[in-house]
């Protein structure tokens, strides 16, 4: 797909007059943009600017962090000498104007989409990702690990990290810097402040200091009073040391970084490209430890629509570049998401008990719903997904009914604390569990595909599925009335399947599945919404000749073995299906078939699980087509079990 041409406007003697010569154009690589001055830069980021903002207009995708670090892609692109200087950019929300300047533009508009380029950084993408992200808060700590691995071999190239301040909520980023602080490692991190105004206002001022401690001048003779100050009794020597930090701390606002070992530089305006050059240029050419470079910066910056927007525009569908009215097409049924939330309200009407826990994630989460309702009882704890586990626990002890709402992928980060602090001491917290499956056009790094198999081999701890919105309504009751320990129900991304809901959840009977249509021949045993795509598939089964029972597990722990034996006795194929990796749901019912002698009989077993790899983005079912967990990936599966090919519809006998 062909790059179209962005004409950004300028004003001239009062009149409005486009760009001839776009320079974006001449603009296949880094290298090119740092051929030119320096005062044909601002026309680049505009630009730039323009281009993502009409790029993600046809794509979707996260829109106004990108557009609040343009003025920062063109300036770390021209200063340093990329990708030989590594550039790590942290969660990879902000990337899309790097990926424009660093030889993707003819592919910018494919973003997310199958085939096309990741939504966030990939390694197998560009040299000039040197890290994938997705998930936030890794960056300085890959970038300790890229300068050491530099200073092994001798080399002398720069490593620079940038890093949002809300991805500085994680306790990683943190621990990253105060080993990067202890090992005194040359390393440059780039603190892009966007939302947490954390710093005293920028302007002139701040900006002259800046430049004045990141210069030679002021280096040299900073170095030249701590050589005269060696010479001093040592408590005078280090007394000098803290009262010379402290004063450019009380000036620049660094000081908590300064005790982590990082040489503080800012805060500094991120759009003002005179006075972010000359500050990167004198980092670059620092040779010192650790710095820290705070730029101040807007989400959806260039973009009144992305500005006056309460999210700045954070993740957008498909919309108009003039007017920024988002194409949202009407959904046939309510999302998932939605469901959660709503029915978690109505259980939080009835009991003063339930709190509601987020890790920065609410309307990604559907919290955002309930902190509305119950602003008293929402907790959102930051990009700290660990803390968010062990904060539940101790709610837990208490009395209270946390419910965790995290995306399975995301709660990954947080396995130690779910083992230790959760499951050991058999603590009911509640884990709802978003983005289960694949999910779409975020790709592998967000698909919710291990935590069956993580959460199933915990003691302690009942896993739920919900096959279908109303499903989920009820699962919701179910957690809340499940007191006997934790318990974590699953479900997608994206709308439900369009059933009856109820007015009330009821909870399940802990471990007890159901049957949804009966046969004699075939069993298709489902966990979550594949249910769907194995009704249809059973449909097929049946105008083959095949007659085919369904049922719905509900539950992956405890297992309903009851349920499982029957199907094993009564039919002649068992199909397990789920979204999940092997180890799960399908690994627990072979488990109990073998257990119990039932596969002795010659029951003919297949666990359908998501393939041994990651999935690439693309559209959701065309990501469970290519997984082979659809309706017709089934009914191959059966005919393969009974030896046979899948042909038409022929009666079978």
């Not at 900006?207 to 408590?235: C, D, M, N």
């Amino acid at each position: 797909m062909r790059a179209r041409r962005i004409p950004v406007d300028t004003v001239k003697n009062g009149v409005l007059m486009p760009v001839e010569t776009p320079l974006l154009d001449t603009i296949r690589a880094p290298h090119d943009l740092r051929h030119l001055p320096e005062d044909k830069l601002r026309q680049v980021a505009d630009e730039l600017r323009a281009e993502t903002i009409d790029a993600v207009s046809v794509t979707g995708g996260h829109l106004g962090a990108g557009l609040g670090v343009v003025e920062l892609t063109v300036a770390l692109h021209h200063v340093f000498d990329t990708p030989d200087d590594r550039l790590i950019w942290d969660v990879g929300h902000q990337a899309y104007p790097h990926k424009i300047l660093t030889g993707r533009r003819d592919r910018i508009r494919t973003l997310r989409m199958g085939g096309g380029l990741s939504g966030f950084t990939k390694r197998t993408e560009s040299e000039y990702d040197p890290f994938g992200a997705a998930h936030s808060s890794t960056s300085i700590s890959a970038g300790l690990g890229m300068a050491v691995g530099r200073d092994l071999d001798g080399r002398t190239n720069n490593v620079v990290a940038v890093i949002g301040d809300g991805a500085m909520s994680a306790g990683m980023a943190y621990e990253a810097m105060n080993n990067a602080g202890a090992m005194h490692s040359r390393l440059i991190v780039i603190l892009n402040d966007n939302d947490m105004s954390i710093a005293p206002p920028v302007g002139a001022m701040s900006a002259y200091l800046a430049r004045l401690v990141s210069g030679r001048t002021y280096r040299s003779i900073r170095e030249t009073a701590k050589q005269l100050t060696r010479r001093l009794p040592k408590f005078i020597s280090e007394k000098a040391a803290k009262a010379e930090e402290y004063a450019r701390g009380f000036w620049t606002g660094g000081t908590m970084f300064e005790e982590m070992g990082f040489y503080y530089v800012g805060p500094i305006d991120g759009h003002n490209l005179d006075h972010l050059l000359p500050v990167l240029k004198n980092v670059r050419d620092m040779d010192t430890g650790p710095i820290l470079v705070h730029v101040v910066t807007q989400k959806g910056k260039g973009y009144a629509p992305a500005e006056a927007s309460a999210d700045k525009y954070h993740g957008v569908v498909k919309f108009d570049v003039v007017t920024g009215a988002q194409s949202k097409p009407k959904a046939n049924a309510p999302a998932f998401t939605k469901v959660f939330g709503e029915s978690l309200i109505r259980e939080a009407q009835a009991d003063d008990k339930l709190v509601a826990i987020t890790a920065a994630m609410p309307s990604g989460t559907g919290i955002d719903m309930f902190s509305k309702a119950f602003p008293q009882r929402t907790y959102d704890v930051g990009i700290a997904e660990q803390h968010a586990v062990t904060f539940a626990a101790g709610l837990a002890t208490e009395g209270y009914k946390p419910f965790c709402a995290i995306y399975s992928t995301f709660l990954q980060r947080a396995y130690d604390q779910i083992v230790h602090d959760v499951a050991i001491q058999n603590l009911p917290v509640r884990f709802a569990l978003d983005r289960a499956g694949l999910v779409g056009a975020d790709g592998p790094t967000h698909a919710g595909s291990f935590d069956i198999a993580y959460l199933g081999c915990l003691p302690n701890f009942t896993i739920m599925a919900a096959a279908d919105e109303a499903e989920l309504v009820h699962m919701v009751a179910t957690a809340v009335a499940h007191d006997t320990g934790p318990i974590a129900f699953r479900y997608p991304r994206g709308e439900g399947v369009g059933v009856d809901m109820p007015e009330k959840g009821v909870p399940l009977e802990i471990g007890k599945g159901r049957i949804v249509k009966q046969g004699s021949r075939i069993a298709i045993l489902s966990l979550g919404t594949r249910l769907k795509e194995a009704l249809k598939a059973a449909e097929d089964l049946d105008a083959r000749g095949l007659s085919t029972t369904v049922a719905d597990a509900r539950f992956a722990k405890p297992l309903d073995e009851e349920l499982v034996l029957r199907l094993a006795r009564e039919h002649e194929v068992l199909i397990t299906v789920e979204e999940g990796s092997i180890g799960g749901f399908g690994s627990f019912v072979l488990h109990c078939l073998a257990e119990n002698g039932a596969l002795d009989s010659g029951l003919k077993v297949r666990p359908m699980v998501l393939p041994d790899t990651f999935i690439d983005q693309d559209k959701p079912d065309a990501m469970y087509a290519q997984a082979g967990l659809d309706a017709d990936a089934i009914v191959a599966k059966v005919f393969a079990a009974l030896g046979r090919e899948a042909g038409g519809r022929a009666q079978i006998g």
